[in-house]
């Protein structure tokens, strides 16, 4: 039976408490403080808690908010979870690490709070489901941050339309340009700064397994790069998933599958090559990860290129089509206007949780077909490796962790 889920008015107000919508953010790192600006610009939101392990980032964001009326009930956290049980919240932002993405997900949705998780999704495909599973018991709006669906001058949604109109034919192959697949994290120990307590340090870990401190996972203060955490398999993907959560994820909803995925996963001959593994469809449609241009759609009549700054095709005629009413498709102001709308209006998102664990989950399958360097069999149905190989790739849906790790310091 879903839970109870908060509701609001087209103004931000919650009818169901006659409030505005009490938001709390987890984590402050430089993708979140990007959020929260514009978090902050949408009506009827009022900041309730900012949940960041570090000192000095939760002091920066509590220092952002204080001086806006919408931040005026705004109180800091060092841990998340406490946040959940203590904020009286309607909904949350989740700009953590990856590794730190299902436990508060999953969390948030038991109690009926709605959910923007920054992508991927997940970690792990187990913890993809999870989510996706959660999300859909709790009927909370759920919106993950695959913003192409929505920006970058909606070259990617213009682009999936004409894919799906058949403007191009039949798709053959799509080709995806992102990074490398993830590595095991093998950092040396640096001992823990003076401002960072053993306590907040496990904080950071959470689910993840137990390891030394170093700062090129959590740098210490407010800073303006994107840490290296993403490269390691232990919190992320890798450059695959980092990037390939947003252009796989419009491969997937111009194909129309945003509820499935391959069933094939087939690396490069090269043992050493970290580019040219395949994933295969049912129908026969190849998925081609490779590093020279961010979608290209190539069907039996033409191709069409789609990136952050252009749109191509094999005709500059066809990007002027009209399609039909069933290719068509949503045109929100913005991916977090989007989710709040969804909100007030008792609706599903643009990125649905379903959709982002099946593109988590077409990065996490590339991963493992370089990681092990075999074919491999997927049932996108089961969510489950079969045949040759299938038990070392089983073994690799999740990721060695901390699985009595409740949600608080150990």
Known sequence: MPLPSARAG?????????????FGVFGYGIRSRNLLDRFMQQPGIRLVGIAEIEPDRLAAGMKRVGGDSRGMLCRGYDDGMTM??????????????????????????RRGIHVYCEKPLSR??????????????????????????????????????LVRDGAIG????????????????????????????????DRWLGPASKRAFHSDLCPIGVHDRYPAWRKYREFAGGGLADMGAHHFDIAQWALRRDDTGPTRVLPPDDPEALRGLRLIYADGVEMIHEGSVDCRFEG???????????????????????????????????????????????????????????????????????????????????????????????????RPGRIEWTGHGS
């Not at 008792?346 to 949780?353: F, M």
Request: aromatic fraction near 6%; hydrophobic fraction near 35%.
């Open 84 to 109: 959940l049980e203590e904020a009286d919240l309607d909904a949350v932002m989740i700009g953590t690490p990856d590794h730190w993405h299902a436990v508060p997900a999953i969390e948030s949705c």
């Open 124 to 161: 792990t495909i187990v913890e993809g489901r999870g989510i996706a599973d959660a999300a859909r018991e709790s009927g909370v709006v759920f919106q993950v941050g695959s913003q192409q669906r929505s920006e970058f001058g909606r070259h990617f949604a213009r682009a999936a339309e």
């Open 170 to 201: 039949d798709v053959e192959k799509v080709r995806i340009g992102v990074g490398d697949p993830p590595v095991p994290c093998e950092l040396p120990e640096e001992p823990l700064p003076g401002s960072m307590s053993p306590e907040a340090w």
């Open 300 to 398: 039996t009549d033409g191709w069409i290129e789609a990136g952050r700054g252009y749109l191509r095709a094999s005709d500059p005629l066809l990007l002027e089509a009209t399609v039909s009413d069933g290719a068509g498709l949503p045109r929100p102001a913005d991916h977090i206007t989007d989710w709040v709308e969804a909100i007030r209006e008792g609706r599903g998102t643009i990125a649905p949780a379903e959709a982002g664990h099946r593109t988590a989950t077409l990065c996490q399958l590339a991963a493992i077909g370089y990681e092990l360097r075999k074919p491999l069999t997927w049932n996108p149905d089961r969510e489950w490796f079969e045949g040759d190989h299938a038990p070392a790739a089983n073994d690799r849906r999740s």
């Open 10 to 22: 087209r103004d931000g107000i919650n009818r169901s408490t006659g409030r505005p919508l009490r």
